[in-house]
T-cell receptor, first 113, second 110 residues
Framework: NAGVTQTPKFQVLKTGQSMTLQCAQD?????MSWYRQDPGMGLRLIHY???????DQGEVPNGYNVSRSTTEDFPLRLLSAAPSQTSVYFC????????????FGNGTRLTVT | RKEVEQDPGPFNVPEGATVAFNCTYS??????FFWYRQDCRKEPKLLMS???SGNEDGRFTAQLNRASQYISLLIRDSKLSDSATYLC???????????FGDGTTLTVKP
């Protein structure tokens, strides 16, 4: 199993550009989530999904959209990139939302100039 | 007040030392607890789950104190390879919104 796969690994955007960060998992996990991590800080939840067709906002959802059309994929869209969105983005999945540990992708390092 | 707070660190200890980290949480109804390890610029990886009765995995011991709303991680006989940032994770009753602490950095020196 590949686990959780994120693409791209690195991305540079100009302010105002849009892009989609891809996340796919092959473990048949119901729960998926997106976090961002700024230097010297912990992970903050952007959006999460408890199953296909269901998404909800986390702690810092503004400027991001998600969709969950399949169990496997959970893309994160930046609508109009801003320098404040420069961060490392991690996608994670787990078997359930409550008692199961999270499995993380390798991360996407995004710089917005 | 943050939902999850960790010892700020950094912790610098010699090899062989015993070190303990605490993590406090504000929601008394929180349901599940984990410790993760994160190496520089890498993704977090599960170190261990934290059970109500406490649990041990080799040199690592995790404990939960619901009355005082904190979890702890004890590392015995520290190794150089234990140098990393340790993150606690707490999941509230509103399952799906797992909250991470900001992490505690440990450096084990020869």
């Amino acid at each position: 199993n590949a686990g959780v796969t994120q693409t791209p690994k690195f991305q540079v955007l100009k302010t105002g550009q849009s892009m989609t960060l891809q996340c796919a998992q092959d473990m048949n996990h119901e729960y998926m989530s997106w976090y961002r991590q700024d230097p010297g800080m912990g992970l903050r939840l952007i959006h999460y999904s408890v199953g296909a067709g269901i998404t909800d906002q986390g702690e810092v959802p503004n400027g991001y959209n998600v969709s969950r059309s399949t169990t496997e994929d959970f893309p994160l869209r930046l609508l109009s990139a801003a320098p404040s969105q420069t961060s490392v983005y991690f996608c994670a999945s787990s078997q359930g939302a409550l008692y199961s540990p999270l499995h993380f992708g390798n991360g996407t390092r995004l710089t917005v100039t | 007040r943050k939902e999850v707070e960790q010892d700020p660190g950094p912790f610098n200890v010699p090899e062989g030392a015993t070190v303990a980290f605490n993590c406090t949480y504000s929601n008394s109804a929180s349901q599940s607890f984990f410790w993760y390890r994160q190496d520089c610029r890498k993704e977090p990886k599960l170190l261990m789950s934290v059970y109500s009765s406490g649990n041990e995995d080799g040199r690592f011991t995790a404990q939960l104190n619901r009355a005082s709303q904190y979890i702890s991680l004890l590392i015995r006989d520290s190794k150089l390879s234990d140098s990393a940032t340790y993150l606690c994770v707490v999941t509230p009753p509103n399952a799906g919104k797992s909250t991470f602490g900001d992490g505690t950095t440990l450096t084990v020196k020869p």
